[in-house]
């Protein structure tokens, strides 16, 4: 009975201390790298199913008893929790996918507007291309007629930039525009202009000269901070402006009816591209935008504003672009309409939700956006006149176009082909999270951008997403 009694208490003893040891492993992480595999229909305290349900079909077990979800709206997402720091974040995801042009995931990096960084899951156009494909070091090139063996030979002696395309990545092909004289006519960009964009201008033998007419709104609560800053083709900032709050942090809809300015200048700038990011929240609205600058092309979105406050009737805006599909989305009732792009039409039947719509035609287009408070996004360059229109960015492989019609000769790719673990693709993305939007508990917020999806009635089927966390 004394042995029994005895090992009663050493058991009594060692589970306390085993569970001690055992939490301070986890928060401690001695081996560096903390482990969270989680699959489709198990309860984790580290990775949530996948969000929203209207976007997603029910769980289900397939032949081979293995639990499944399949995305079939855009965006869907999930969330990581970690318990602790993290220098970095390797996140694995097994899926299927068989309709979709191309998947995309990334982490949240930042809120109002929701930005996310997004890295290739799976890009169909290049791993079902038949051109000569040439993977090295994690980029691939893709040549309709092969000369070159390698990518050192193509970096070193590389093709005129009209003849390549690009996915996720750049070449080092600036730009440069023939026949370019500088004006001091000055452009007025009359168009209300909700939260944060970026833009692009062409400089040659000219000062940089933005003046940005805007107003707080107050319609959030928070600081309304804008802060313009312009990026030289290095990707390296050259100049800044910044405008404080008004002092009003509520959300009581009070607004100053006067319009403020912020100057963004700069002088002595070399030749080329310049990029302008306006970085502030969804309250401030610009009402107006002048400039002697002859070229000014928005990138990827532009969030037409309501004109509540600033004038009677909504002006509304028109838009010109070579882009081939758009997408729309209104916030409020007062915002539904018809828009036209091309000889297209798009109706916005009702709030928060997306409508896409395709341009058949060739060349720059005409989109019209008759009453305001629109988000437009594409994957391209936006322009508010014809003439102010150029696009010096290299040709774009994207979800909405193929091979063919990007009449290029060679595609450069920052991208490694998913590996194929029995029925499912597997594919692997790590993340810096310094950069990470972390909420107040740490947690991270992933996305899936699957463009397209619903078009094509399109399925990604996902079956596990793991995670390793790097101290």
């Known amino acids: 009975m004394k042995i029994l009694a005895r090992l009663i208490q050493i058991v009594l003893i060692c589970i306390p201390v085993g569970i001690m040891g055992w939490l301070l492993n986890q928060w401690f992480v001695p081996s560096g790298v903390f482990v969270v595999l989680h699959e489709v229909g198990e309860n984790s305290s580290f990775i949530d199913e996948l969000?929203?349900?209207?976007?997603?079909?029910?769980?289900?077990?397939?032949?081979?008893?293995?639990?499944?979800q399949a995305i079939v709206g855009d965006p869907a997402y999930f969330f990581i929790h970690p318990h602790r720091d993290f220098k970095k974040a390797t996140v694995e995801v097994w899926f299927q996918n068989q309709t979709l042009p191309i998947v995309e995931m990334g982490g949240l990096t930042q809120l109002n507007p929701d930005?996310?960084?997004?890295?290739?899951?799976?890009?169909?156009?290049?791993?079902?291309?038949?051109?000569?494909?040439?993977?090295?070091?994690?980029?691939?090139?893709?040549?309709?007629?092969?000369?070159?063996?390698?990518?050192?030979?193509?970096?070193?002696d590389p093709p005129s930039r009209d003849r390549v395309g690009v996915y996720k990545?750049?070449?080092?092909?600036?730009?440069?525009?023939?026949?370019?004289?500088?004006?001091?006519?000055?452009?007025?960009?009359?168009?209300?202009?909700?939260?944060?964009?970026?833009?692009?201008?062409?400089?040659?033998?000219?000062?940089?000269?933005?003046?940005?007419?805007?107003?707080?709104?107050?319609r959030d609560e928070g600081e309304d901070v804008i802060r313009a800053t312009v990026f030289n083709e290095e990707g390296l900032p050259v100049t800044e402006a910044r405008f404080a709050d008004d002092g009003n942090t509520s959300n009581d809809g009070v607004v100053d009816l006067g319009l403020k300015r912020l100057d963004l200048q700069a002088?002595?700038?070399?030749?080329?591209?310049?990029?302008?990011?306006?970085?502030?929240?969804?309250?401030?609205?610009?009402?107006?935008?002048?400039?002697?600058?002859?070229?000014v092309v928005f990138v990827n979105a532009v969030f037409v504003g309501d004109e509540v406050g600033y004038?009677?009737?909504?002006?509304?805006?028109?838009?010109?672009?070579?882009s081939k599909?758009?997408?729309?989305?209104?916030?409020?009732?007062?915002?539904?309409?018809?828009?036209?792009?091309?000889?297209?039409?798009?109706?916005?039947?009702?709030?928060?939700?997306?409508y896409g719509v395709s341009i058949r035609e060739k060349g720059l287009q005409e989109v019209s956006v008759p009453t305001g408070d629109v988000e437009v996004v594409t994957s391209g360059l936006f322009a508010f006149s014809p003439t102010q229109y150029f696009n010096p960015d290299l040709v774009a492989l994207n979800a909405y176009t193929t091979l063919d019609n990007l009449?290029?000769?060679?595609?450069?790719?920052?991208?490694?082909?998913?590996?194929?673990?029995?029925?499912?693709?597997?594919?692997t993305l790590s993340v810096p999270t310094e950069g990470l939007h972390a909420e107040e508990d740490g947690t991270w917020k992933f996305s899936f951008s699957t463009p397209f999806i619903e078009e094509l009635h399109g399925r990604l089927v996902i079956h596990q997403i793991h995670a390793w966390l790097y101290r």
Not at 189 to 215: A, C, I, N, W
Request: glycine letters at 4%; zero cysteines; aromatic letters at 12%.
């Open 51 to 68: 969000k929203p349900e209207s976007r997603l079909e029910d769980m289900t077990e397939n032949e081979n008893k293995e639990m499944t």
């Open 115 to 156: 930005v996310y960084d997004l890295q290739p899951l799976h890009n169909r156009i290049i791993d079902e291309s038949s051109w000569d494909r040439i993977d090295e070091n994690g980029y691939v090139l893709l040549q309709k007629e092969k000369q070159y063996d390698s990518l050192q030979a193509f970096f070193q």
């Open 169 to 218: 990545t750049t070449l080092d092909l600036p730009y440069r525009m023939e026949g370019y004289t500088a004006t001091q006519t000055i452009q007025t960009l009359d168009v209300s202009l909700r939260g944060q964009h970026e833009f692009k201008t062409y400089l040659k033998d000219e000062p940089l000269s933005f003046s940005l007419y805007f107003m707080d709104m107050n």
């Open 267 to 295: 002088s002595s700038l070399d030749e080329g591209v310049y990029k302008v990011v306006l970085n502030t929240t969804r309250d401030i609205f610009f009402r107006k935008i002048e400039t002697t600058q002859q070229k």
């Open 311 to 322: 004038r009677e009737p909504w002006k509304g805006a028109k838009l010109y672009t070579e």
């Open 325 to 354: 599909y758009l997408r729309f989305q209104t916030r409020h009732a007062e915002g539904v309409q018809t828009l036209t792009a091309g000889t297209s039409q798009v109706n916005i039947a009702q709030p928060y939700e997306w």
């Open 407 to 427: 009449d290029v000769d060679y595609v450069l790719a920052k991208y490694t082909s998913p590996r194929q673990e029995g029925d499912w693709l597997v594919a």
